[in-house]
């Protein structure tokens, strides 16, 4: 559009978003540009609070070599609010690394030497502190175990069942080759009781085994899938920065 002393209004130019600008920084990290990388993903952290800019920013800096700066940028990403656990986890191992560098290497970082204190007085024997609860299993292990242990008494229930099934059997044999009345009337009732304690212990026992297959079934795969989240980590090899 023509203004008033002839010339053509230019439209202004369209401003980069939070991505485009954290894609340039990528670019510029790989081309091991690391000043420009941080200016870039400060930028895009400007526009877009996303905390995993931070995150970068960090990556970047321990990339350059500036330990120091990378702890910071991580120690701000961890008390980001809405951080995944996995992703807070693998920021906290960085720390742990470089924090443990910095007070190889920085005398600033090494605690000061404490003078020696004298020997306590002794006061008699102090008692011992009680000892800490075992964590918990997970539910996960808790079940496999249910459910193995299950397993395993309802299988015993079917196997003595079937033994007592034998037994009766022999019972019945027995009755067709006896003519005593008394005699036989003994059998039958001993084979009775046998095949009604065969006919308890393998439909119970068959349950039994089959509910601990079952628990037995939840608990693998609810670790597998405790497994494969906690393998869930950000990529953090040279060369590397994490997009978002």
């Given at each position: 559009m023509s203004s008033a002393t002839g010339t053509i209004d230019q439209a202004p130019?369209?401003?980069?978003?939070?991505?485009?600008?954290?894609?340039?920084?990528?670019?510029?990290?790989?081309?091991?540009?690391?000043?420009?990388?941080?200016r870039l993903f400060e930028e895009a952290y400007a526009l877009d609070k996303v905390p995993n800019y931070?995150?970068?920013?960090?990556r970047v800096y321990e990339e350059k070599g500036d330990i120091r700066a990378a702890v910071?940028?991580?120690?701000?990403?961890v008390k980001e609010p809405g951080v995944e656990i996995e992703a807070r986890d693998l920021a906290l191992q960085r720390l742990r690394?470089?924090?443990?560098?910095?007070q190889e290497t920085d005398p600033a970082d090494k605690p000061a030497p404490t003078e020696p204190t004298p020997a306590p007085v002794a006061e008699g024997p102090k008692p011992e502190p009680a000892p800490k609860?075992?964590?918990?299993?997970?539910?996960?292990?808790?079940?496999k175990i249910a459910g193995a242990s299950l397993l395993g008494v309802g299988g015993g229930a079917v196997i003595v069942g079937g033994i007592l099934g034998g037994l009766a059997l022999s019972k019945q044999n027995q009755l067709d080759?006896?003519?005593?009345?008394?005699?036989?009337q003994t059998l039958k009732q001993s084979g009775e009781r046998l095949?009604?304690?065969?006919?308890?212990?393998?439909?119970?026992?068959?349950?039994?085994?089959?509910?601990?297959?079952?628990?037995?079934a939840v608990g693998v795969s609810k670790g597998k899938s405790r497994a494969v989240a906690a393998r869930r980590v950000f990529p953090t090899g040279t060369g590397l920065v994490a997009r978002f």
């Open positions: 130019e369209a401003q980069p978003g939070a991505a485009d600008l954290s894609a340039q920084a990528i670019e510029r990290f790989q081309a091991k540009d690391y000043d420009a990388a941080v931070l995150f970068n920013i960090g910071d940028y991580y120690q701000r990403f690394v470089l924090k443990g560098i910095l609860p075992a964590a918990p299993d997970p539910k996960w292990r808790t079940m080759a006896t003519h005593d009345f008394d005699a036989r095949a009604l304690a065969t006919d308890v212990l393998i439909i119970g026992g068959a349950v039994v085994a089959l509910t601990g297959v079952v628990l037995l």
